[in-house]
């Protein structure tokens, strides 16, 4: 039988993750956070949530961005290996770690992660780096 | 000859000036002469002095000045055509975009996805 958490609270869904009310709000006051610049403050917003919410892909992939958006890419990282981990097949998650992999120096992960990915996913923006690539 | 004291005559010979007619007639004419007597204070530069008021009568005297001139200062010549800059019109034809390009494209197109997600999760593509 499957638990259900935060019974007779209203809930909604966050890439197949239930979010409460209150997380609903953490969660729109870290972003609000993000666009008036305040990234340290949105970032302590998301870990919180992320501590709640370890099963939130959505929350782990917003957190790494932040942490790009700071320049820290090593702290950003993590997040999106989690983020992967959590959703092997998403999109964005494997792009931004592809991406920050990159950007990191290390683009024999980066093109590991896209082979990973593109073993049983299709992506259009892979395959369109992979043909500006093979175009040369 | 008649020396007098004074500050005219062409190229201010330094108080001392030499009447035309006490010119030696022979040999020697009124401009060379002249020359030759403005020395330096230290009495070294009389070639120098003489070499400001050369006029070259005609165009080889001319070239023969500019050939001495550059024969002793070799630097100030014309530019050599080694030296002379010539723009280099590559003939290869033009690449594709270089594939860090087509990474950096790519990324910007993910950060703004990546914002568009931030902003409502719940569209998430293939986040189910």
């Known amino acids: 039988m499957r638990v259900i958490q935060n019974v007779g609270k209203r809930t909604t869904s966050h890439g197949g993750i239930r979010m409460t009310e209150d997380q609903e709000r953490e969660y729109a006051s870290a972003y609000q956070l993000r666009q008036n610049g305040d990234l340290y403050g949105a970032a302590s917003v998301l870990r919180k949530l992320s501590d709640e919410l370890p099963q939130s892909a959505t929350v782990a992939i917003v957190l790494g961005d932040t942490y790009w958006d700071l320049g820290e890419l090593d702290h950003a990282l993590p997040w999106f290996l989690k983020a992967v981990d959590l959703k092997p097949s998403m999109e964005i998650a494997s792009l931004a770690l592809f991406h920050c992999l990159w950007k990191m120096g290390r683009t024999d992960d980066a093109f590991d992660e896209m082979r990973r990915f593109l073993k049983d996913n299709d992506s259009d923006e892979y395959t369109q780096i992979l043909d500006g690539i093979n175009k040369d | 000859m008649a020396v007098g004291q004074g500050a005219v005559g062409p190229g201010n010979v330094r108080g001392l000036f030499i009447r035309s007619s006490a010119l030696p007639s022979v040999g020697i004419t009124k401009r060379s002469h002249f020359a030759a007597l403005r020395l330096g204070p230290f009495g070294g530069s009389a ?25 002793r200062y070799p630097q100030m010549g014309p530019p050599s055509p ?43 593509k293939k986040d189910d």
């Not at chain 2, 002095?49 to 070239?63: L, Y």
């Open chain 2, 47 to 71: 070639h120098l002095e003489s070499r400001q008021n050369f006029r070259p009568r005609s165009q080889t005297d001319a070239k023969i000045e500019w050939s001495q001139s550059t024969s």
């Open chain 2, 82 to 124: 080694v030296t002379r800059l010539v723009p280099i019109v590559s003939t290869c034809p033009p690449k594709g975009p270089a594939p860090i390009d087509q990474i950096g494209k790519s990324e910007e197109r993910v950060k703004k996805a990546m914002k568009d997600f931030a902003r409502d999760p719940k569209c998430g």
